[in-house]
């Protein structure tokens, strides 16, 4: 994901961060208030948001608390021309990953930016892949499951099939099925997946 949402009430800063993003081969969306950001959210690619700290109506940090349940989909980077302590404090504490001082260097804010940018693809990457997993968990049979909850637990073979009461064989075939819909390579991909799960 390479997408950045600019907010800003300067027009002159914003269209200056927006050119920059452009120019280091990222889209960019420009919005000049916290309110115009969050009519588009919900419909709005993932990615980085580079906000001013203080506009009118709802400042930076305002943002950010409105945000809190969709960080993972928005990391934020948070721009200031009055970097105190304080505040400093209260960005990080309401979940940005960046605080940066204007006027900014070119080079700090496209770091911070990728930085951002690298950690969100992870995390989708991390949605994704549980999100698949929990769909293949679904379509397990119950007796599936009830083996599966046996090799998450550290049970053998013999273990499991002592305790559903089904021979060592039938819990061999249950798993090769099991490993053979969840898309398993080995026993610690599938403990790995069912985790996720």
Known sequence: MAVVHVIDDDDAVRDSLALLMEAAGLTAYAYDSAEAFLEAADKADPGCLVTDVRMPDMSGIDLLHRLSDRLDRFPVIVLTGEADVPMAVEALKAGALDLIEK???????????????????????????????????????????????????????????????????????????????????????????????
């Open 103 to 197: 006027p900014y260097a070119a080079a700090a804010i496209l770091s911070a930016v990728t930085g951002a940018l690298q950690r969100l693809e992870v995390q989708l990457g991390q949605s994704a892949r549980r999100a698949e997993n929990v769909q293949r968990l679904a379509q397990l049979s119950a007796r599936e499951r009830d083996v599966l909850r046996g090799l998450m637990d550290g049970c053998s073979n013999k273990e499991i099939a002592r305790d559903l009461a089904i021979s060592p064989r039938t819990v061999e075939a249950y798993r090769a099925n099991l490993m053979m819909k969840m898309g398993a390579d080995s026993l610690s991909e599938l403990v790995r997946m069912s985790l996720e799960a």
